[in-house]
């Protein structure tokens, strides 16, 4: 039977429920979302008394932050109800996902009433993590067994991208496929196929990391500050490291799996490690549970000098201000960008940190290597779920290639922890990594067959680094890769890759060579963002020195680029995601085509720091407000619009809301639900673009700005701003310069100006703005603390 989901039933509205539900909403599904009666409504005959446990519930997860929805629009494709009235309706839609709560009677209770309206052939998975999905059919119909399978989201389910699924003997092959594609191309999930083991992978893995990191804490004499300084950014795992992580997941939530693995997998060599340490009973004893109970690891006290976060004493149980450790291996690792080498010089610390990191490795990979074939087959599956569920930026194979397999296996023997025999054998096969890149694919050891095998997926998962052996052109900055079919790929690694003066050179070769022989040209990476924006640095610098010659070069080079990227002879596409700031988002204005991942936070902000957007951005606005306006009668709303969302540097919290701003054109550029694919898509729309019969675009010389008529109704509402509170002075000197460039200047009425008239009008009022004190203030701000002031 050929799957097509159109409706989404979600039985549960609990944390996970609700947002499962917004997500699914979120990619245009139409979603019903059920729930028991509210408690003392039995007997009501009013739906809005009956379902007010889930409609509160549900309002409750809009409002949470981060937002589970792209847009509040979504919610309107969401229809709530409760299991008395409304399990019928469960015959309408194509897949019910249960997330009630982890007990297996009540499952069994659900599952029974479900078979009653289910029609057959209709999907029906669990979100459980604690219960064996074998066990959760038994009983139930044939045809409810094959379409049945474990389908277990991570929270919060629009941003942590794992979905494991989890087959039974039972179920159908075909379903296990559909889901695998679906949750990968339209839930925007890294799918992982998993075995029916307790904790599954993620939170197997996971969870014994942590525990592991408690007791070599506790033998080291570590404290809490002391570890999520260590286990954080600086060796690619989130801000959150380990302690906040447990805060926000719940230490309950934690301590239970913990339990459940060490309760139900008695073979496992390293069940002592998941034992509850002493200081952690006493925490769940006193029902410090993390954020859900306001205090566990750590907790905010609020002050006369205002709030400050406390760190939980783990040998007094008392709260105190949080300490900033002090390691020399952490000195010498942070000032390097390379993840690699930041884990190479951590772990060749002589220092305690040192002693810390090669203990945390050596049980990690020890862990990891005897947990194949148990709990899955493919080593390259046990990586994508702790990257995708955990969110680290590396997988714990990878890193240990990374360290060097052998290198690190003689030191783990001579330190008494045992690899599983498999790695032996793969070292004396003479294979001596993990993971290779041949012809552009990334290859996995493969245990079974002894040999290295494609990733699957690797033509939809184009990776830029795995052209390294096709890289044509770089420079310190800048890598470009031949990336096939005649298209070229350009990549920049900077601080949070911002754009200075090389990266703006490398794009102007890229295009060059582009333009020499290629179809054409993408931009992207595979970082964490797509880019934070200028560098801030290099224009600090030449404006606190007064050159303003050199400052005006900058500009112009700045400017001149992102014209070559809307005027090239060839096409550009851009494949952005994560923070696409300032300068970035200028760049994705410029491109012919952008292939946006959902997860794309991008906008104009330099008004934070005090300016205007200066490399085509305030330019690109206007000619876009100027094509939306009314020939007749020129309506001064759509672009006080743009000149708002420029002035209050407003940054569009998905792709879905960068198309509502305008930033992405509808029926233009293309939104991404996987942010793996966004690179592959962009190359494959090069190709149709420049199949298409590409022809550069003429420069623009018809672009409607309003002078006076434009301006008066804008410096209007900047007034109102600064009387009311809402803008300082500066905030409405540089808000009235900003409204001076947007309207073409004084002029007395509407007029057709070019593209470079008002690249002169920005360029200009940037330069007058790198002039003014306070704006010198707020990027001095910015580059100390990553933060701008308001003055």
Known sequence: MKHSIKKVAVLGSGVMGSRIACHFAGIGVQVLLLDMVAKGAEESTKPAERNKLVNDALATAIKSNPSPVFTKDVVKKITTGNFDDNLKDIATVDWI?????????????????????RKPGTLVTSNTSGIPIHLLSQGRSDDFKKHFCGSHFFNPPRYLKLLEVIPTPDTDPAVVDFLMHYGDLYLGKTTVLCKDTP??????????????????????????????????????????ATFRTADVVGIDTL???????ADNCPNDEARAIFAIPSWLESILTNNW??????QGFFKKNKSAAGKEILTLDLKSLEYQPRIKPKFATLEAAKPVENLQQRLKIAAAGTDKAGDFYRQFHYSLFSYISHRIPEISDELYRIDDAMMAGFGWEIGAFESWDVLGVAKTVEAMKANGVKVATWVDDMLASGATSFYKVENGKRLYYDVATKTYLAIPGGDAFLVLKNNSDKLVWKSSACKLYDIGNDVLGLEWSTKMNSIGGEVLEGVQKAIAMAEDKYKGLVIANDGPNFSAGANVGMIFMYAIEQEYDELDFAIRQFQNTMMRVRYSSVPVVTAPHGLTLGGGCEMNLHADKVCAAAE?????????????????????????????????EPDTNTLKKRFFDIATAKVATSAHEAFDMGILRKGHDELVMNSNRRIAEAKKSVIEIYDAGYVTPTQRTDIKVLGRLGLGAMLAGINGMWRGGYATEHDALIARKLAYVMCGGDLSEMTLVSEQYLLDLERETFLSLCGERKTLERIQSVLKSGKPIRN
């Open 600 to 632: 794309t936070y991008i906008g104009l902000v330099e008004l934070g720091v005090g300016l205007i957007p200066g490399g085509g951005g305030t330019k690109e606005f206007v000619l876009r407000a100027s094509d939306e306006l009314h020939e007749d």
């Open 97 to 117: 996902i249960e997330v009630v709560v982890e007990r297996l009677d009540i499952k069994h209770h659900i599952y029974e009433k479900v078979e009653q309206f």
């Open 255 to 261: 301590v239970k799996v913990a339990k459940g693995v």
């Open 199 to 240: 904790a599954f992978i993620a939170n197997r893995i996971g969870v014994f990391s942590i525990m592991s990191i408690f007791h070599i804490m506790d033998n080291l004499g570590l404290s809490i500050d002391d570890i999520d300084a260590l286990t954080g950014p600086i060796i690619g795992r989130p801000k959150s």
């Open 289 to 294: 549970l993390g954020d859900k109970t306001g």
